[in-house]
């Protein structure tokens, strides 16, 4: 199953500098695994914004939860998601 999914990041500024890298390399090497394995094969930047769009490829909504849930960002997303579905005038 597809899923269109915009992620808007606000890290509090309070949580120390190092704590912050910390989170963001984790997450860098996070959305890395994901992608080798196929499960997140598009993701692009937000021009001007801490925020992203990307397409996740999971077999069920308590994957795309799951998946969501492990990114170490998560407790400071706001997430849309969208169900995608082929549309009958597409050729591929």
């Known amino acids: 199953m597809l899923y269109h999914v915009?992620?808007?990041v606000n890290i509090p500024r309070d949580i120390p500098?190092?704590?912050v890298e910390a989170i963001k390399a984790a997450e860098k090497k996070r959305a890395i695994e994901l992608q080798q394995a196929g499960k997140w094969p598009h993701l692009w930047r937000i021009v001007g914004?801490?925020?992203n769009?990307?397409?996740l490829d999971v077999e069920s909504n308590d994957e795309l939860h799951d998946l969501?849930?492990?990114l170490p960002l998560?407790?400071?997303m706001?997430?849309?998601v969208t169900p995608l579905a082929k549309h009958p005038s597409s050729i591929v």
């Open 6 to 8: 915009k992620m808007d």
């Open 17 to 19: 500098a190092d704590k």
């Open 49 to 51: 914004q801490y925020s």
């Open 53 to 55: 769009i990307s397409i």
């Open 68 to 70: 969501l849930s492990s």
């Open 74 to 76: 998560f407790p400071f």
């Open 78 to 80: 706001t997430i849309q």
